[in-house]
């Protein structure tokens, strides 16, 4: 199946604390092997995503990411090195990656509670059934 990374990273989060729930033991199993091909996906775009870091970024003495004050956000050597990356990365989350998804049926859920965030995050995952183009 055909999902874009910037759902995936996006999302995975939210996915693993779905794993988290009570599910049937068919509905866990399933959405633990979904997210195992997940972070294989998401494994590539990180070392693409590294690799834009390693050209546009900044680097201090000891060659690690130089951080803005704030000790979270990466420093880049110039305002064009910003603007570049952030259209590279733009064009890397719009990559579709290609994630062996196995769908479940709603049944399969059981009658665990979910929260329209948590429903959203995986409803690729959901048979409803229609067939897919």
């Not at 590539?44 to 050209?55: A, G, H, I, P, V």
């Not at 090195?81 to 990365?89: A, E, I």
């Amino acid at each position: 199946m055909k999902v874009k990374n910037r759902k995936l990273v996006g999302e995975i989060g939210l996915i693993r604390q779905i794993a988290q729930k009570q599910l049937p033991v068919k509905a866990s199993y399933t959405l633990l092997r979904n997210i195992d091909h997940i972070e294989s996906a998401l494994g590539l775009y990180e070392k693409e995503r590294k690799k834009l870091l390693d050209k546009y970024a900044e680097k201090d003495k000891g060659g690690k990411y130089a951080l803005l004050p704030d000790r979270k956000t990466v420093k880049f050597k110039d305002t064009s090195s910003k603007d570049s990356f952030q259209r590279d990365m733009d064009i890397l989350l719009d990559i579709e990656a290609d994630v062996d998804i196995r769908k479940l049926k709603l049944d399969d859920l059981g009658d665990v509670h979910f929260s329209v965030s948590e429903l959203s995050a995986i409803e690729y995952m959901i048979d409803d059934g229609k067939k897919e183009k």
